[in-house]
């Protein structure tokens, strides 16, 4: 258990409509990262936020968006939904590991299924 | 455009043998090559990961071998075990923030 909690763990639903993913980092970690895993385009970086603020943005579409709240939990917001946006996606946050060095925890991400 | 290039897709050793995967990258501001494991249903989990002031750093079964010149680095596995039977990304970043991942290695380890 890396201690990054993502819900809901399952999520079906139609083309067009807006679905919210919700993820909880390690206690103390302030970044928060977005990644989407498909079968086509592998595990791709979407954004990160560090405490509130929006750090970095990967291959984040116009349609996709996320915020950083003050008790450190992060939203991704899909909306528009179409088929190939069917994905896992995973919540990482960032702190110390056992090594002592930064490390990048995932969650056990949330499959969504658009029909 | 595919900034971490990884093979094979998929392996197969046998159980007790070395099994090695192999990742190329192009960006030269990389300074962080991690290996994450991921098994069915989970999130990757950081395995072993290696910052090019060195070559070579083992932890137990598992080595990255760097090589700056060639921008290349490895991941061997000795002594392979059914248990880790998994797939397995490498991945690059500058300075440790955002990952950027290779295609994935599907391992099998036959008895």
């Known amino acids: 258990d890396s201690g990054v909690t993502q819900t809901p763990k399952h999520l079906i639903t139609a083309t067009g409509q807006r679905v919210t993913l919700r993820c909880s980092p390690r206690?103390?970690?302030?970044?928060v990262y977005w990644y989407q895993q498909s079968l086509d385009q592998g595990l791709q970086f979407l954004i990160q936020?560090?405490?509130?603020?929006?750090?970095a943005k990967g291959n984040i579409l116009e349609r996709f968006s996320a915020q950083q709240f003050p008790d450190l939990h992060s939203e991704l917001n899909l909306s528009s939904l179409e088929l190939g946006d069917s994905a896992l996606y995973f919540c990482?946050?960032?702190?110390?590991?056992?090594?002592?060095?930064?490390?990048?925890?995932f969650g056990p991400g949330t499959r969504l299924t658009v029909l | 455009q595919q900034q971490v290039k990884q093979s094979p897709q998929s392996l197969i050793v046998q159980k007790g043998g070395i099994s090695i995967i192999n990742c190329a990258y192009e960006n030269t501001a990389f300074d962080y090559f991690p290996w994450y494991q991921q098994f069915p249903g989970k999130g990757p989990a950081l395995l072993i990961a290696?910052?090019?002031?060195?070559s070579e750093k083992k932890e137990g079964r598992f080595t990255i071998s760097f090589n700056k010149s060639a921008k290349q680095f490895s991941l061997h596995i000795m002594d392979s075990q059914p248990g880790d039977s998994a797939t397995y990304f490498c991945a690059a970043s500058p300075g440790n923030e955002k990952l950027t991942f290779g295609t994935g290695t599907r391992l099998t380890i036959i008895p």
């Open positions: 990482a946050s960032s702190g110390h590991g056992t090594s002592g060095r930064i490390q990048q925890f």
């Open positions: 936020y560090y405490n509130g603020e929006e750090r």
């Open positions: 206690s103390g970690d302030l970044s």
């Open positions: 290696i910052r090019p002031d060195v």
